[in-house]
């Protein structure tokens, strides 16, 4: 077992808030989980919370020489989208991955480069009740030289399924503190049969009165890795279902909660493209407007902003003042608008601040420099050869996964109304 990168700290900080809403219970069991808040100041005790991921597979499904966790999208691995969502959550103080020999070089490579925290790898097995169970042992405190403690939960989620929110994570491992287990489930989308030994249909199962068991699942750590320890070979070898374990070896029946949509494991290769649909639609939807100007952001930005927030689900408009803050918040569309400064100077700050940021690790950022020109006071080619730099500009930046397009408003001053 082998921290990742060596002498790495706890998970990343928290990310950015969680999107969508946040019931007032489920934020006070957040803040009690990452030992913060009322709850925790209470005296209550925050459970310690740790994550193992099966990333070992080899993915036949996929139909791809690449086992699938490692498969891009927006050029970057699928698993580095799921250890992003998980690292994120304050709480979660522990991720250990299970991955083959062979790809564990792979696995660090991609720590590095995507910066991901507090990761430790350890063997998978050949299957994937194995992986799960070798990334127990690395848990429980029996192991040599291990800077993992063990936790009072352990979250289980498969490493090809990359929408996981902190929601129902908390749910699942308040659940599971209380239960014993917890588990994602989704609404069938199939009817379930069962076949004869002829291969004609023996019988059905009536549909609404059953689930499609996914993931995240949560455990009590004693309660699961007693499970493992008693399993079967048979169950180790051919087992799928984590909550039956529990069931079977420690008679704990799981807490079922209703997973969103989203929780899906990428499996067969339409997964892949429709992963990659809604990580663009999710990073499309936020815009920043940056004005160069305050009494700009008034008229120019703000008019801007009604007409974008009739498209897009978060506008921003700001002067450059909480250009940090908005970094933070992950936003990666940018429109750049220069009205005072004749030199990109605001889109130069703004690609600085970015490339600082490292932003760009992880998604494509877009940035569009808005330049305003008043032909009647600058020749057009002079303003042409001005914008000409951009395209300097943009062949630089690319390099750190930052796209700049230039836009060009020629206008007349007369037609520039200042309201107020
Ligand atoms: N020996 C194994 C097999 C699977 N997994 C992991 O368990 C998760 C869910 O399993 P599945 O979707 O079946 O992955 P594969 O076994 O890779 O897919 P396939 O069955 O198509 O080969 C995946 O993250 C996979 O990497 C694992 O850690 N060790
Ligand atoms: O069976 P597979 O190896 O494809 O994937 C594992 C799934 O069965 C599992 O993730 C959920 O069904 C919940 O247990």
Partial sequence: MESWPPGGSGPAEAG????????ADLAASASLLSGAGAGAEAGCSAPAVAAVLPAGGSGERMGVPTPKQFCPILERPLISYTLQALERVSWIKDIVVAVTGENMEAMKCIIQRYQH????????GVTRHRSIFNGLKALAEDQPNCRLSKPEVVIIH???RPFVEEDVLLKVVTA??????AGAI?????????PSVDGCLDHSLERARHRASEMPQA?????????????????????????HLA???????AKLIEGSPDLWKVTYKRDLYAAESIIKERISQQICVVMDAKEDEEHVGHRLEEMLKNELNHVKVTSGRDLQQIILEQCYNFVCVNVMTSDFEETQKLLNMLEESNLSILYPVVVISVQF???ESVPFGQKMENLMQIREFAKEVKKTNILLYGLLVYYPQSTICRVG
Wanted: charged share 25%; proline share 3%; with cysteine.
């Fill in 16 to 23: 950015p808030r969680l999107r969508g809403l946040r019931g």
């Fill in 117 to 124: 925290k507090g990761i430790s790898l350890v063997e998978s």
């Fill in 158 to 160: 498969d490493a090809v």
């Fill in 176 to 181: 599971a503190k209380e239960h014993g287990a």
């Fill in 186 to 194: 989704r609404p069938l989308v199939s009817t379930v049969i069962s």
């Fill in 219 to 243: 455990f009590l750590f004693d309660v699961i890795y007693e499970a493992y320890q008693q399993c079967s070979d048979y169950d180790l070898e051919f087992g799928t279902e984590c909550l």
């Fill in 247 to 253: 069931l079977k070896y420690c008679h704990i029946k």
């Fill in 373 to 375: 020109l008043d032909y």
